[in-house]
């Protein structure tokens, strides 16, 4: 997840070399066979079990602070609908519910997919006077790309998204405002998104010194203590 490139800010969950070194030999090993249909859901679990626990990182803010959490459970619970862990909507389909088996039972090629969360609005619009300003758009939306892996483990960029990837990316980010209105903690993370355009606005227009205001309490850390989590 990202802001405006002068303040960027955002969280990622990345798995380890070690741990895509693994999945790396365990597609190669089933690969090297057919699978039964009646295999599918054993084969999608051992894929997710080899897989196993993932690194956070945070930029751009404290990562105890509030912004971070939501950030992170919002990242997180949007992989899970991804991966069919968790309901989704109608029409909002999960990318392993894509995935289907070759005509000789074989599954199919695997890559790293990555999804993320990016601010998605219309161009601000003002006035002749720059005073007024009027902000649209969804707020959030979930872009995609297919990482190709070493085996070793290291990740290459490739810059695309297979038609697997692409659909759901495409699927949630069209159903963002149902979303938000059945995962309640969506809309949240669009007000963040919200707060960090208005305060790039801000800051962009100099609109604190036109108005001849001095932010001090909101610029001051020991004076103004954010709730941190545990």
Same mark, same amino acid.
Request: proline residues 5%.
């Given at each position: 997840?990202?802001?405006?490139?002068?303040?960027?800010?955002?969280?990622?969950?990345?798995?380890?070399?070690?741990?895509?070194?693994?999945?790396?030999?365990?597609?190669?090993?089933?690969?090297?066979?057919?699978?039964?249909?009646?295999?599918?859901?054993?084969?999608?679990?051992?894929?997710?079990?080899?897989?196993?626990?993932?690194?956070?990182?945070?930029?751009?803010?404290?990562?105890?602070?509030?912004?971070?959490?939501?950030?992170?459970?919002?990242?997180?619970?949007?992989?899970?609908?991804?991966?069919?862990?968790?309901?989704?909507?109608?029409?909002?389909?999960?990318?392993?519910?894509?995935?289907?088996?070759?005509?000789?039972?074989?599954?199919?090629?695997?890559?790293?997919?990555?999804?993320?969360?990016?601010?998605?609005?219309?161009?601000?619009?003002?006035?002749?006077?720059?005073?007024?300003?009027?902000?649209?758009?969804?707020?959030?939306?979930? @872009?995609? &790309?297919? #990482?190709? /892996? $070493?085996? %070793?483990?290291?990740?290459?960029?490739?810059?695309?998204? +297979?038609?697997?990837?692409?659909?759901?990316?495409?699927?949630?980010?069209?159903?963002?405002?149902?979303?938000?209105?059945?995962?309640?903690?969506?809309?949240?993370?669009?007000?963040?998104?919200?707060?960090?355009?208005?305060?790039? @606005?801000? &800051?962009? #227009?100099? /609109? $604190?010194? %036109?108005?001849?205001?001095?932010?001090?309490?909101?610029? +001051?850390?020991?004076?103004?203590?954010?709730?941190?989590?545990?």
């Amino acid at each position: 997840m990202v802001g405006a490139r002068l303040s960027a800010f955002g969280c990622s969950i990345v798995p380890s070399e070690a741990a895509l070194a693994d999945t790396q030999a365990f597609l190669q090993t089933q690969g090297a066979r057919p699978l039964e249909p009646s295999e599918r859901g054993e084969w999608l679990q051992r894929l997710r079990d080899t897989l196993g626990k993932q690194d956070v990182e945070f930029f751009g803010m404290a990562p105890n602070s509030h912004v971070a959490k939501t950030l992170l459970l919002a990242d997180y619970h949007m992989k899970l609908i991804g991966m069919g862990l968790v309901d989704g909507l109608e029409r909002v389909t999960s990318y392993l519910a894509m995935v289907r088996l070759g005509p000789n039972g074989e599954p199919p090629l695997m890559s790293v997919l990555r999804w993320w969360f990016a601010m998605h609005y219309e161009p601000v619009e003002t006035n002749s006077e720059r005073d007024v300003f009027c902000i649209r758009g969804p707020g959030a939306k979930v @872009l995609s &790309e297919n #990482e190709l /892996l $070493t085996a %070793r483990g290291e990740r290459i960029h490739t810059g695309t998204s +297979d038609e697997r990837n692409a659909c759901f990316a495409n699927s949630f980010s069209a159903k963002f405002e149902t979303l938000c209105e059945r995962y309640p903690l969506y809309g949240e993370l669009r007000n963040i998104f919200d707060l960090a355009l208005v305060v790039n @606005l801000i &800051e962009r #227009e100099g /609109l $604190t010194e %036109r108005v001849g205001w001095r932010p001090d309490l909101f610029a +001051d850390g020991t004076r103004l203590c954010l709730p941190q989590v545990q």
